[in-house]
């Protein structure tokens, strides 16, 4: 299956240490060589990159890693296809504008019988079954809220949407519109928020290692959201099972 990788702060942060880990599961410590994307947004707009290539090879993810982008909100997503032939329309994250915004999604599971849904005015570009779920998603919400709606009415309109999707099977996603990351889990998602007093982190899937204390600010607020723990020295947490998880200024908000 893919992976995910999420970030939510409360103020532009480098993910260039997490995106480490990630690319090098595509193709050298894990199987997801069937290409890559990742998407950062900068207030409305999103700056996205795609390749099919595998990300543990690709030498777009080797500018990533060298070069400091800085985001508030990131999506990222390695994949080990199964539906859809390895090709760059089939890389996530997909995006589509609605309300005059930039929304972006990736998906980490198999829905059967999903492509039966019926579709409204978005339409998929390639043929995964990821994508066909994201353009229900979006059509729906688009017929229900002609404008961009509150924070609590799309929380609850898209937490109702992924429920119904997560019938057909794996449904673990990451989605943004710009203000918040929602994230979604029917099988594993883990995260950890960093804040002060910020130690020293260290990856699992490469000898890397930062001290965060000095790369951050005492107001500093980090959540990471990744479908494996990317460090060996940090404690992560599970996301819990079937609802709907938003992520705002660097920390989730958790039902109890």
Not at 41 to 66: C, K, N, V
Not at 135 to 152: E, T
Not at 191 to 214: M, N, Q, W
């Amino acid at each position: 299956m893919c992976e995910l990788l999420g970030m939510n702060a409360n103020v532009p942060t480098d993910i260039r240490f997490s995106f480490a880990a990630l690319a090098r599961r595509g193709g050298a410590t894990g199987p997801h060589r069937d290409g890559w994307g990742i998407s950062f947004y900068e207030g409305r707009g999103a700056r996205m990159f795609h390749d099919p290539q595998p990300s543990a090879h690709s030498e777009i993810a080797r500018l990533l890693r060298d070069y400091p982008l800085k985001s508030e909100i990131v999506i990222a997503h390695v994949r080990r296809a199964n539906r859809g032939r390895v090709a760059l329309e089939n890389t996530h994250p997909f995006s589509r504008e609605i309300w005059g915004r930039t929304i972006t999604f990736a998906h980490n599971g198999q829905l059967k019988g999903v492509k039966q849904k019926p579709l409204g005015l978005y339409r998929p570009i390639g043929t995964t079954d990821s994508e066909y779920a994201f353009c229900w998603i979006i059509g729906r919400l688009h017929k229900q809220f002609p404008d961009l709606p509150s924070h609590a009415q799309l929380q609850a309109a898209l937490e109702k949407l992924c429920k119904e999707l997560a019938k057909l099977g794996v449904f673990n996603i990451l989605m943004s519109d710009g203000r918040s990351l929602y994230a979604f889990c029917t099988k594993k998602l883990y995260y950890i928020v960093r804040k002060a007093p910020f130690g020293v982190a260290t990856l699992v899937d490469e000898d890397l290692r930062v001290d965060f204390s000095k790369e951050t600010t005492p107001k500093d607020r980090v959540a990471v959201i990744a479908s494996n723990p990317l460090t060996r020295d940090e404690v992560w947490s599970t996301l819990p099972l079937g609802q709907l998880t938003v992520f705002r200024n660097g920390a989730p908000s958790l039902r109890a």
